[in-house]
């Protein structure tokens, strides 16, 4: 995943084709790493919510 600035986020996830899928697929997974993150210290928190939810 390359480095954004803002301006360029928001460039590449307005400009449909390509450059949209790519950041699209770089934000999905940038997020999916910030909640694990996030939630990894608090696993024990979370040991009594039901895999669907």
Known sequence: MRKRSNETWLAELRSGGP????????????LRR???FY???HRHELKDIAAPE
């Open 39 to 41: 939630l990894r210290p």
């Open 34 to 36: 910030s909640a694990f």
């Open 19 to 30: 450059q949209e899928a790519g950041a699209i697929a770089d934000l999905t997974e940038l």
